[in-house]
């Protein structure tokens, strides 16, 4: 089935400092990637889309200069934890739909990167 | 619009016994609906989707859900738990805009 990377799964790192997941995906292209943001014992919170050769849609809310995104070919997208904090502490993670199978075919979700900022 | 509501936050039932978990939705479209388990630290599998095909869907693991359009449900249930099946499972709905839409999450647990 189709699978979906992300790197790194955790990573500490000092506050001030900036911090960069990847999400691959392995088998299929994906012209559209989610980021999503969940905290303890909560859902996903959707951050923002990630289009395949043009700009990010955040979500209200979401500062898109602290949470930079990049989605520079159709298997790769970034999401970059820009002077990060503590408050930016969270468990992080990608998803990402088969541009082949239609777009309400199901999202393939990487297996999260835990953020801890000290 | 659309919107999704899983009607329990935590499930305890004994291994062996029938699971059932509960969603609602909500969609100005013809709705794509999806239930995930996500195990502890990891990211989402999907377990099973309903995209306007057969109205009874069966999934990996044992786990079937009904697409109900007149009550606007699609329940998650099991006949008999096992201990793995322990984790927070997610309804997602995805109408219009292909932006899917999760419910809060609904924690299953097992007990021996």
């Known amino acids: 089935g189709a699978v979906v990377s992300q790197h790194p799964s955790r990573v500490i790192c000092k506050s001030g400092t900036s911090v960069k997941i990847e999400c691959r995906s392995l088998d299929f292209q994906a012209t559209t990637m989610f980021w999503y943001r969940q905290f303890p014992k909560q859902s996903l919170m959707l951050m923002a889309t990630s289009n395949e050769g043009s700009k990010a849609t955040y979500e209200q809310g979401v500062e898109k200069d602290k949470f930079l995104i990049n989605h520079a070919s159709l298997t790769l997208s970034t999401l970059t934890v820009t002077s990060a904090h503590p408050e930016d502490s969270s468990f992080y993670i990608c998803?990402?739909?088969?541009?082949?199978?239609?777009?309400?075919?199901?999202?393939?979700f990487g297996n999260g990167t835990r953020l801890t900022v000290t | 619009a659309q919107s999704v509501t899983q009607l329990d936050s935590h499930v305890s039932v004994s291994e062996g016994t029938p699971v059932l978990l509960r969603c609602n939705y909500s969609s100005s479209y013809s709705p794509s609906l999806f239930w995930y388990v996500q195990h502890p630290n990891k990211g989402l599998q999907l377990l099973l989707k309903?995209?306007?095909?057969?109205?009874l869907v069966k999934g990996i693991n044992g786990f079937e859900a009904e697409f109900k359009k007149s009550e606007t449900s699609f329940h998650l249930t099991k006949p008999s738990a096992h201990m793995s099946d322990a984790a927070e499972y997610f309804c997602?709905?995805?109408?219009?805009?292909?932006?899917?839409?999760f419910g809060r999450g609904t924690s299953l647990i097992v007990h021996p």
């Open positions: 309903y995209t306007s095909a057969a109205t």
């Open positions: 997602v709905v995805t109408g219009g805009s292909y932006i899917p839409t």
């Open positions: 998803s990402a739909r088969d541009h082949g199978q239609g777009a309400d075919s199901p999202l393939h």
